[in-house]
């Protein structure tokens, strides 16, 4: 009989069955152990217990940022616009600085593959793996306090994603429509604009608008490092150990976020 | 004198891949309708594609009324490809343009950078993509997106597209493929009619060998990148036939 040759007896079924779950039951005891020794590496050991004292007096530290300080409202409305204003003009800076990226870091237009493939490359990861705060740091010193530091900041730390998400939407693009513009002896530069371009701008001002939601986030704070908006604001109020004053900037900035989110979702949507 | 003649064509997509076409020579008239039938693989779009160069041949010659298809700088290729228009089998058409600027697209291998960005085209231009709209029966569609438009509809946009071009040649590359048998027909019909009214030879793609014989004068069989068969359509007869789907009989 040929087939008994190749096909799995009931045993052979069984035992594989036992190994598979002996292989798992492996896989999350190391899993646990691994958790454990993470926590005992970094919260028991590293924690200082003699300064948080007792359970009353956690809740009592908590409970300073209960209320509202409602006198701060009125200097709030000009760092929230600015906030706001360093997260659109961040995110425009930021789409154009990463044109160039786009179009280097597509593989199927980039111009010179060994060169510019590379190098939008490099340039999306160093954007990304930097964060905000240090971005913010480095414009600060180049172009001193305010929001304008900010701007450059966000406009730096959009480009990784906005670039690297735009250039995967080009090279999955539907290459009939290129085809059809060679055939027809169109310029590189017409396939860019009538094969390419239409396909993919509703897919990139969506990545935009996305970015857009979380640069709103991201400027929120900047002003920790003097780059202008409601960190400034939320960094002195810290300062001076103003706790319910604390709570209306975390407020004030979570109206922002709010307002950020249903923008976003409402423009993507009527994108489709 | 031929309007194309193709001489020992050979075609591989890579260098260690296998041979597409395996010498392929042909000449197209004046005035032919010339179809290319054969089983999936036997090398149909590859031979098509070869002739305006979207796949570069690794042997042979091509002759486009006395020019040297193959010995073309990538700017005088781009000048032949303007007068060659090439109708697809999934329409190829920009889908979230509108039929009229699909149409005029056409035109982009006469119009310089600027033009292309602000995607204006001349009034001449405008008039003829509308006199071919209405052409080809779809006057009351010029403002909609192509991707509103059904199968056959799209092939008629791709039709009024290729002509756009003032092609002195028509490639076709299974044009009727993702149509049903009733708009297949119709398309072909309407192809026929308008290549022989604008004198305009061309060299067709097609599964259906039932519509080939309708519908075009000559025919050329492949069979894995070989010539089966070469000759006016009335002497295709059932034994030639056997002999380019022979692979598919087995």
Same mark, same amino acid.
């Given at each position: 009989?040929?087939?008994?040759?190749?096909?799995?007896?009931?045993?052979?079924?069984?035992?594989?069955?036992?190994?598979?779950?002996?292989?798992?039951?492996?896989?999350?005891?190391?899993?646990?152990?691994?958790?454990?020794?993470?926590?005992?590496?970094?919260?028991?050991?590293?924690?200082?217990?003699?300064?948080?004292?007792?359970?009353?007096?956690?809740?009592?530290?908590?409970?300073?940022?209960?209320?509202?300080?409602?006198?701060?409202?009125?200097?709030?409305?000009?760092?929230?616009?600015?906030?706001?204003?360093?997260?659109?003009?961040?995110?425009?800076?930021?789409?154009?600085?990463?044109?160039?990226?786009?179009?280097?870091?597509?593989?199927?237009?980039?111009?010179?593959?060994?060169?510019?493939?590379?190098?939008?490359?490099?340039?999306?990861?160093?954007?990304?793996?930097?964060?905000?705060?240090?971005?913010?740091?480095?414009?600060?010193?180049?172009?001193?306090?305010?929001?304008?530091?900010?701007?450059?900041?966000?406009?730096?730390?959009?480009?990784?994603?906005?670039?690297?998400?735009?250039?995967?939407?080009?090279?999955?693009?539907?290459?009939?429509?290129?085809?059809?513009?060679?055939?027809?002896?169109?310029?590189?530069?017409?396939?860019?604009?009538?094969?390419?371009?239409?396909?993919?701008?509703?897919?990139?001002?969506?990545?935009?608008?996305?970015?857009?939601?979380?640069?709103?986030?991201?400027?929120?704070?900047?002003?920790?490092?003097?780059?202008?908006?409601?960190?400034?604001?939320?960094?002195?109020?810290?300062?001076?150990?103003?706790?319910?004053?604390?709570?209306?900037?975390?407020?004030?900035?979570?109206?922002?976020?709010?307002?950020?989110?249903?923008?976003?979702?409402?423009?993507?949507?009527?994108?489709? | 004198?031929?309007?194309?003649?193709?001489?020992?064509?050979?075609?591989?997509?890579?260098?260690?891949?296998?041979?597409?076409?395996?010498?392929?020579?042909?000449?197209?008239?004046?005035?032919?309708?010339?179809?290319?039938?054969?089983?999936?693989?036997?090398?149909?779009?590859?031979?098509?594609?070869?002739?305006?160069?979207?796949?570069?041949?690794?042997?042979?010659?091509?002759?486009? %009324?006395?020019?040297?298809?193959?010995?073309?700088?990538?700017?005088?290729?781009?000048?032949?490809?303007?007068?060659?228009?090439?109708?697809?089998?999934?329409?190829?058409?920009?889908?979230?343009?509108?039929?009229?600027?699909?149409?005029?697209?056409? %035109?982009?291998?006469?119009?310089?950078?600027? %033009?292309?960005?602000?995607?204006?085209?001349?009034?001449?231009?405008?008039?003829?993509?509308?006199?071919?709209?209405?052409?080809?029966? #779809?006057?009351?569609?010029?403002?909609?997106?192509?991707?509103?438009?059904?199968?056959?509809?799209?092939?008629?946009?791709?039709?009024?597209?290729?002509?756009?071009?003032?092609?002195?040649?028509?490639?076709?590359?299974?044009?009727?493929?993702?149509?049903?048998?009733?708009?297949?027909?119709?398309?072909?019909?309407?192809? %026929?009619?308008?290549?022989?009214? #604008?004198?305009?030879?061309?060299?067709?793609?097609?599964?259906?060998?039932?519509?080939?014989?309708?519908?075009?004068?000559?025919?050329?069989? #492949?069979?894995?990148?070989?010539?089966?068969?070469?000759? #006016?359509?009335?002497?295709?007869?059932?034994?030639?036939?056997?002999?380019?789907?022979?692979?598919?009989?087995?």
């Amino acid at each position: 009989m040929q087939a008994t040759e190749t096909s799995l007896t009931l045993k052979d079924v069984i035992n594989a069955r036992h190994k598979k779950q002996r292989v798992q039951l492996c896989f999350y005891l190391f899993l646990f152990a691994l958790v454990i020794w993470s926590v005992q590496a970094t919260v028991i050991e590293d924690t200082d217990w003699e300064r948080i004292g007792s359970v009353s007096e956690i809740v009592a530290s908590v409970s300073h940022f209960f209320g509202l300080d409602i006198g701060l409202i009125p200097d709030l409305l000009a760092p929230t616009i600015e906030t706001f204003m360093i997260a659109c003009l961040g995110t425009l800076l930021g789409l154009v600085i990463c044109i160039p990226a786009i179009w280097f870091g597509a593989l199927n237009v980039t111009p010179f593959k060994p060169v510019t493939y590379p190098l939008a490359r490099i340039s999306m990861t160093l954007s990304r793996s930097i964060h905000e705060i240090v971005w913010a740091l480095i414009f600060v010193s180049a172009v001193g306090l305010g929001a304008f530091a900010g701007i450059l900041a966000i406009a730096a730390r959009s480009l990784g994603f906005i670039a690297k998400m735009s250039a995967e939407a080009i090279e999955n693009i539907d290459q009939k429509p290129v085809e059809a513009i060679r055939a027809m002896g169109g310029s590189n530069l017409q396939i860019m604009l009538y094969g390419i371009l239409p396909q993919v701008l509703p897919v990139i001002l969506g990545i935009v608008i996305f970015e857009w939601e979380i640069n709103i986030r991201r400027s929120a704070i900047l002003g920790l490092v003097g780059a202008g908006g409601l960190g400034l604001v939320f960094f002195r109020q810290m300062n001076t150990f103003n706790y319910p004053g604390v709570t209306t900037v975390i407020l004030a900035i979570f109206g922002l976020i709010l307002i950020g989110e249903v923008v976003s979702h409402y423009s993507r949507k009527a994108l489709n | 004198m031929s309007v194309l003649s193709v001489r020992d064509l050979r075609a591989r997509y890579s260098s260690n891949g296998p041979e597409i076409l395996k010498g392929i020579s042909f000449d197209v008239e004046e005035g032919d309708f010339f179809a290319i039938i054969g089983p999936s693989g036997a090398g149909k779009s590859t031979l098509i594609r070869c002739i305006n160069r979207l796949v570069e041949p690794t042997a042979g010659t091509i002759h486009l %009324r006395d020019v040297d298809v193959l010995k073309l700088g990538s700017s005088d290729l781009r000048k032949m490809r303007r007068h060659i228009g090439m109708i697809f089998q999934e329409f190829n058409l920009i889908n979230r343009m509108s039929v009229m600027d699909n149409v005029l697209s056409g %035109r982009l291998g006469y119009v310089g950078p600027i %033009r292309s960005i602000f995607r204006t085209f001349q009034d001449k231009d405008i008039q003829r993509a509308l006199e071919l709209l209405e052409r080809v029966g #779809l006057q009351d569609h010029v403002d909609k997106r192509a991707d509103q438009l059904s199968g056959g509809q799209r092939q008629r946009v791709g039709i009024a597209r290729a002509l756009m071009q003032e092609p002195n040649l028509l490639l076709l590359d299974e044009p009727t493929s993702a149509l049903d048998p009733k708009i297949s027909r119709e398309v072909m019909d309407l192809i %026929r009619s308008i290549a022989t009214e #604008l004198k305009v030879p061309v060299l067709c793609n097609i599964h259906d060998v039932q519509l080939a014989k309708e519908t075009c004068n000559k025919i050329i069989g #492949l069979q894995d990148g070989n010539k089966m068969f070469d000759g #006016l359509t009335p002497d295709l007869d059932q034994s030639s036939l056997e002999e380019i789907y022979a692979m598919e009989v087995l």
